[in-house]
C-alpha cells in the first residue's frame, strides 16, 4: 500500500504540491489525474525519494523509499521513459540492473519476453529506440525486481493501439495478483477502462478522491434541448442547479446534479422537448475530470 499525508512542495513562491493526501491500496490500480502542472509528477519524485518534500510524508508498506533495502525488489519505478542510458542496449540496462538488485541474468530474458521486446531490439542501442520501445524496456526494468508495488508516470505515451492493450492488460492482471499500482496517464480512456480508484489532482490539490464507480456516479444528468435556456430556467425554479457541460459539447447540453426522472419531469411539466436526457456518468471520465479541473485547464490541454 502506498499512503500520501500531507505532502506540500514548494519552489520559491510558487507551490506545487498543497498538502495533498491520499492512499494507493495494494490489489487495485489507482489512477492519478490532472492538467500539466498540476502537481502529479512532483507527487510521485517524492514518493520515490528523488524530489525532497518540505512537509509530509510518501510511505510504501509502512516505509520511505530511502528506508527500503532494496527498493527495485519492493518498488518498480517509471517515471520518464527517455532517462535511461542512451548509448547502452536494452539488454546491458537490464542486466545492470538486475546485477544492482542481485537477480540471477535470466530474469532479464523473462523480462524482455514479457514486454515483447525481440532479441534484435534488445541488441540496439536505446538511443535508436523509438519512444513505445524506451517505454517497454521502462516497464521491464520496473517489472524486474517483481515488486509489490508499480509507480508509473504516463506509460501508455509513444505506445501504439495494440501496445496500449497490451500494458492495460499486464498491468490489470498485476494488480489481480495482489499488486499496487499507481498509475497516471493523460489517456482518460485508458484510466477508465483500467482504473478501480481514482485520485484527480488540480493546481496542487487534491481535488476529487474515491472509487471510480463513486466519482462517476456522482456526475448527475446529462440534458439536451434545443431550448436550452427555458429548460435551465425552468430547473432553476425548482430548486435544481444546471450547468452548460463542458465535455460533452454543444450550447445544447446541461449537466444537472439530480437523478434523470426529476429532470425529465421538470421538463414534461414546463412542456420543454427533450433531445436527450441521460445518467451523466455514461459521458465518462473526462466528463468528470473537465469538470473538476475546469480551473486549471489551459486551452488546448487533454
Avoid at 510558487?14 to 493526501?21: K, M, Q, R
Avoid at 519492493?74 to 545492470?96: F, K, M
Avoid at 508516470?153 to 494488480?175: F, H, S, T, V
Amino acid at each position: 500500500m502506498i499512503q500520501v499525508e500531507n505532502l506540500t512542495k514548494k519552489y520559491g513562491a510558487f507551490t506545487a504540491v498543497d498538502d495533498v493526501s491520499f492512499t494507493a491500496r495494494s490489489g487495485r490500480v489507482t489512477g492519478f489525474l490532472g492538467p500539466n502542472g498540476a502537481g502529479k509528477s512532483t507527487t510521485m519524485r517524492i514518493m520515490v525519494g528523488l524530489t525532497p518534500t518540505d512537509s509530509g510524508t510518501a510511505t510504501i508498506a509502512g516505509r520511505s523509499f530511502a528506508d527500503l533495502p532494496n527498493p527495485g525488489l519492493e518498488v518498480g519505478v517509471l517515471l520518464d521513459a527517455s532517462a535511461q542510458h542512451a548509448g547502452r542496449t536494452g539488454r546491458e540496462i537490464l542486466t545492470v540492473a538486475a546485477l544492482t538488485m542481485g537477480l540471477p541474468k535470466r530474469r532479464v530474458d523473462e523480462m524482455l519476453d514479457r514486454v515483447s521486446l525481440t532479441p534484435t531490439e534488445a541488441g540496439r542501442r536505446v538511443r535508436n529506440y523509438s519512444l513505445g520501445m524506451r517505454q517497454r524496456l521502462g516497464i521491464a526494468t520496473a517489472l524486474l525486481g517483481d515488486p509489490e508495488v508499480l509507480i508509473l508516470d504516463e506509460p501508455a505515451n509513444g505506445l501504439d493501439p495494440a501496445g496500449i492493450r497490451w500494458m492495460r492488460d499486464l498491468l490489470r492482471g498485476y494488480a489481480d495478483q495482489g499488486g499496487t499500482v499507481l498509475l497516471s496517464s493523460h489517456l482518460l480512456h485508458e484510466i477508465e477502462v483500467i482504473a478501480d480508484d481514482l485520485v484527480v489532482i488540480g493546481q496542487g490539490r487534491i481535488v476529487a478522491d474515491g472509487t471510480k464507480a463513486e466519482l462517476l456516479a456522482s456526475a448527475g444528468t446529462l440534458v439536451r434541448t434545443r431550448v436550452v435556456d427555458d429548460l435551465a430556467t425552468a430547473l432553476t425554479a425548482s430548486g435544481l442547479n444546471p450547468v452548460l457541460s463542458g465535455a460533452t459539447g454543444g450550447s445544447d447540453v446541461l449537466r444537472v446534479d439530480a437523478d434523470p426522472e426529476v429532470v425529465g419531469k421538470v421538463a414534461h411539466e414546463a412542456g420543454i422537448p427533450l433531445v436527450e436526457l441521460r445518467a451523466a456518468d455514461g459521458a465518462g471520465l473526462e466528463e468528470m475530470f473537465l469538470e473538476l479541473t475546469s480551473d486549471t485547464q489551459r486551452e488546448g490541454n487533454s
